[in-house]
């Protein structure tokens, strides 16, 4: 689990410094950060994607979207975005969770791992995705 590819997809440079640094702590090691939506769209396959909903390029909802349409592997939002249709369209664009920030991210950690865990068992060959 712990070479798992994740993509982290946050436009706050000190959010998108923190949560690699709590992912490094648990042992993750292969992160790539971006920081727009065009960013995002130029990377290759991951095995878990953290996105912003707000970007200053478009929408995470975008973004998830496009990983929809190619791959099942597990998608977050993390956003400010709090309302509960905010959420829905989180939800309707391909997501897996909705975190809202301010967040805990002891919390974030153990929901990736449970995400990642559950995937890797659905998919034990991984194929390249595209995204």
Known sequence: MLETKILVVEDEAAIADMIEIILRKEGFTNITICHSVACALKKGDFD???LDVMLPDGTGLDIAKTIREKSDAPIFFLTAKVSDADKLKGFMSGADDY???????????????????RYQKQVPTKKSLRI
């Not at 805990?104 to 990736?112: D, F, Q, S, Y």
């Open 48 to 50: 878990f994607y953290l």
């Open 99 to 117: 975190i809202t920030k301010p967040f805990n991210p002891l919390e974030l950690v153990a929901r990736v791992k449970v995400h990642l865990s």
